[in-house]
């Protein structure tokens, strides 16, 4: 359904199939609020990145049936000449506003899937003016400030992270079998990376303008697995093409891989057929700019597994509300 503000919503079941629902128009907006603020709902929102023309963006809006709010990952934000107050960064522009709006001021936790300017560049902002309890993140460093491939980007994420350390209780490093306690109505897993980190398999066979530090941070994902009720989600970062193959596939059970809704890895970008077989999620997100939503690998991989998916390059924010039982999808717009 679709309404005269191009919201559309659609009704599943977990593991089953679409549901035949006919809401108002009038009521939809209302409804979908409602569903997101009521206690015991778990809402996923992956929020729609401007085009900046660096980087793809992920930042993820996550809140508890106990009423937290938790980010996985905070958007884009790049430094200019000016320092780190570049003419976008998602916290202040994208996230903060969204938040303040539906009354939320302090965050529960963030969680970083790793150290790229488009999924901790928001960060850069909110340490600073939005209150945050608690920070995850899988701990990976690449190399150290004498290696060649330590970058300006990992030494400014390595410096947030020692500013959250400072603080008793608040850093917490996560890895693969490691429960996090974010809510009592969920049950939240880390599935990779190991304690050991993965390690590149083949790197002669990397593009020369994808730099070891860059591909190995993708590589090293903090991926997490949400249960709530009935209703499995998977948010798997960057994991890179090759890794989602021949490093998650034999270290993670697939019952443990199996979903009902997948934000997509690497923006959709990098999509292998294996990992979609895996999976099998009824519903994938990614999150990309549109310039490349139409022919993201994402679209035409999870498609052929029987996924519908949704692309915020196209349907703009995207947002799961479930009950435990069911889950519905609104979008913001009706992709064209």
Same mark, same amino acid.
């Given at each position: 359904?679709?309404? $005269?503000?191009?919201?559309?919503?659609?009704?599943?079941?977990?593991?089953?199939?679409?549901?035949?629902?006919?809401?108002?128009?009038?009521?939809?907006? @209302?409804?979908?609020?409602?569903?997101?603020? /009521?206690?015991?709902?778990?809402?996923?929102?992956?929020?729609?990145?401007?085009?900046?023309?660096?980087?793809?963006?992920?930042?993820?809006?996550?809140?508890?049936?106990? =009423?937290?709010?938790?980010?996985?990952?905070?958007?884009?934000?790049?430094?200019?000449?000016?320092?780190?107050?570049?003419?976008?960064?998602?916290?202040?522009?994208?996230?903060?506003?969204?938040?303040?709006?539906?009354?939320?001021?302090?965050?529960?936790?963030?969680?970083?899937?790793?150290?790229?300017?488009?999924?901790?560049?928001?960060?850069?902002?909110? %340490?600073?003016?939005?209150?945050?309890?608690?920070?995850?993140?899988?701990?990976?460093?690449?190399?150290? $400030? /004498?290696?060649?491939?330590?970058?300006?980007?990992?030494?400014?994420?390595?410096?947030?992270?020692?500013?959250? $350390?400072?603080?008793?209780?608040?850093?917490?490093?996560?890895? @693969?079998?490691?429960?996090?306690?974010?809510?009592?109505?969920?049950?939240?897993?880390?599935?990779?990376?190991?304690?050991?980190?993965?390690?590149?398999?083949? #790197?002669?066979?990397?593009?020369?303008?994808?730099?070891?530090?860059?591909?190995?941070?993708?590589?090293?994902?903090?991926?997490?697995?949400?249960?709530? =009720?009935?209703?499995?989600?998977?948010?798997?970062?960057?994991?890179?093409?090759?890794?989602?193959?021949?490093?998650?596939?034999?270290?993670?059970?697939?019952?443990?891989?199996?979903?009902?809704?997948?934000?997509?890895?690497?923006?959709?970008?990098?999509?292998?057929?294996?990992?979609?077989?895996?999976?099998? #999620?009824? %519903?994938?997100?990614?999150?990309?700019?549109?310039?490349?939503?139409?022919?993201? /690998?994402?679209?035409?991989?999870?498609?052929?597994? =029987?996924?519908?998916?949704?692309?915020?390059?196209?349907?703009?924010?995207?947002?799961?509300?479930?009950?435990?039982?069911?889950?519905?999808?609104?979008?913001?717009?009706?992709?064209?």
């Amino acid at each position: 359904m679709v309404t $005269k503000t191009g919201m559309r919503i659609r009704l599943f079941q977990a593991m089953g199939c679409v549901l035949g629902v006919t809401i108002p128009c009038a009521l939809l907006v @209302a409804q979908a609020h409602a569903a997101a603020t /009521s206690p015991g709902k778990f809402v996923m929102r992956v929020l729609e990145i401007p085009d900046i023309n660096r980087g793809a963006g992920l930042a993820i809006v996550l809140q508890t049936p106990g =009423g937290r709010t938790y980010l996985y990952d905070t958007g884009t934000g790049y430094p200019d000449k000016d320092g780190w107050a570049s003419d976008h960064n998602s916290g202040r522009d994208l996230i903060a506003p969204f938040l303040r709006q539906r009354g939320v001021k302090e965050l529960d936790g963030v969680i970083i899937s790793h150290a790229h300017y488009d999924h901790f560049g928001g960060l850069v902002w909110l %340490v600073d003016n939005f209150p945050i309890k608690k920070i995850f993140d899988c701990g990976y460093r690449f190399g150290g $400030k /004498s290696d060649a491939n330590y970058t300006a980007e990992l030494a400014h994420y390595d410096k947030l992270r020692e500013r959250f $350390k400072q603080r008793p209780g608040v850093y917490q490093a996560a890895h @693969a079998g490691d429960k996090l306690a974010l809510d009592d109505g969920l049950d939240v897993e880390v599935i990779a990376p190991p304690k050991e980190f993965f390690h590149e398999l083949h #790197p002669e066979k990397r593009p020369k303008n994808d730099p070891a530090a860059h591909y190995m941070l993708n590589t090293n994902s903090l991926m997490l697995r949400i249960r709530h =009720g009935q209703i499995v989600f998977l948010l798997p970062g960057d994991i890179e093409l090759e890794d989602q193959v021949k490093n998650l596939l034999p270290s993670v059970p697939r019952e443990k891989l199996k979903c009902d809704i997948l934000v997509a890895p690497g923006h959709g970008l990098h999509s292998a057929p294996e990992f979609a077989d895996a999976t099998r #999620p009824q %519903v994938t997100v990614a999150s990309v700019f549109t310039r490349w939503a139409r022919n993201c /690998s994402a679209r035409r991989v999870f498609g052929a597994v =029987g996924s519908k998916v949704y692309v915020t390059g196209l349907h703009g924010n995207v947002q799961v509300v479930s009950d435990g039982q069911r889950y519905e999808i609104t979008t913001q717009r009706e992709a064209e």
